[in-house]
């Protein structure tokens, strides 16, 4: 068994021969690995700590809930989608404020290359 980086991973994604797997507590994190053969090794230099704060409450509300490569495989991002689902949910809209900063910016990366990837 391989640990996962970091604690709860809740979301891999692979890409080829890399993978990823986003970790939810404790900060969250991501840990890349290459599979050779039928083995997984750990990238190194690809654990990224989210810098989330552990402390939130709920902190599953508070962490991404998915990693995804990009459709060409050349960036790695983390979705806070169910965040958003929930926030329109309970309160019938999603407001700009209701995302942190680091959740703007990635959503908005996001949005662009999805736009880019129509055109």
Same mark, same amino acid.
């Given at each position: 068994?391989?640990?996962?980086? /970091?604690?709860?991973?809740?979301?891999?994604?692979?890409?080829?021969?890399? #993978? +990823?797997? @986003?970790? *939810?507590?404790?900060?969250?994190?991501?840990? /890349? +690995?290459?599979?050779?053969?039928?083995?997984?090794?750990?990238?190194?230099?690809?654990?990224?700590?989210?810098?989330?704060?552990?402390?939130?409450?709920?902190?599953?509300? &508070?962490?991404?809930?998915? #990693? *995804?490569?990009?459709?060409?495989?050349?960036?790695?991002? &983390? =979705? +806070? @989608?169910?965040?958003?689902? !929930?926030?329109?949910?309970?309160?019938?809209? @999603? =407001?700009?404020?209701? @995302?942190?900063?680091?959740?703007? !910016?990635?959503?908005?990366?996001? +949005?662009?290359?999805?736009?880019? !990837?129509?055109?």
């Amino acid at each position: 068994m391989l640990g996962s980086g /970091g604690t709860f991973p809740v979301s891999v994604a692979v890409h080829g021969d890399l #993978v +990823y797997v @986003l970790n *939810a507590l404790n900060g969250g994190s991501v840990q /890349g +690995y290459r599979v050779l053969g039928s083995f997984l090794v750990a990238l190194p230099g690809s654990h990224r700590a989210l810098g989330l704060d552990p402390n939130a409450t709920p902190q599953f509300t &508070t962490t991404p809930g998915q #990693v *995804a490569f990009t459709a060409d495989g050349s960036q790695l991002c &983390t =979705e +806070y @989608l169910a965040q958003m689902r !929930e926030t329109i949910r309970l309160t019938g809209r @999603l =407001e700009p404020e209701d @995302l942190t900063p680091q959740m703007r !910016e990635e959503f908005t990366d996001l +949005y662009r290359r999805w736009r880019s !990837e129509q055109q």
